[in-house]
């Protein structure tokens, strides 16, 4: 099993910064993908910012030039750097990572098996 613990989230005012951390657990698992997303209060969840285990980024549009999607393979921890953040920033925002098909602990795992984090608010407003 993989676990995500997320942190950094918080209360900040319009045009201020936070940066979220997301740490995966689960030792011999090779994780493939990490992300965030976030689900604002009565919309879907939507996704924000992917990194590949390569470093390759995709952004939502609504946060390109603003936030940075950051990883360290060593510690399989990916990070979100949130510049100039706007009151539509606001949600829960989850971190996600899945994994390279394999055998892990005596159990087969698909390629793409994702595990998801409990989630950390932001909020911003004045």
């Known amino acids: 099993q993989v676990q995500l613990v997320e942190s950094g989230g918080g209360l900040v005012q319009p045009g201020g910064s936070l940066k979220l951390s997301c740490a995966a657990s689960?030792?011999?698992?090779?994780?493939?993908?990490m992300g965030w997303y976030r689900q604002a209060p009565g919309k879907q969840r939507e996704l924000v910012a992917t990194?590949?285990?390569?470093?390759?980024?995709n952004y939502v549009d609504s946060v390109k030039g603003r936030f940075t999607i950051s990883r360290d393979n060593a510690k399989n921890t990916v990070y979100l750097q949130m510049n100039s953040l706007k009151s539509e920033d606001t949600a829960v925002y989850y971190c996600?990572?899945?994994?390279?098909?394999?055998?892990?602990?005596?159990?087969?795992?698909?390629?793409?098996?994702?595990?998801w984090g409990q989630g950390t608010q932001v909020t911003v407003s004045s």
């Open positions: 689960g030792s011999g698992f090779r994780i493939r993908n």
């Open positions: 990194i590949t285990s390569g470093g390759s980024r």
């Open positions: 996600n990572a899945d994994l390279y098909a394999g055998l892990y602990r005596g159990r087969f795992y698909p390629e793409g098996y994702a595990y």
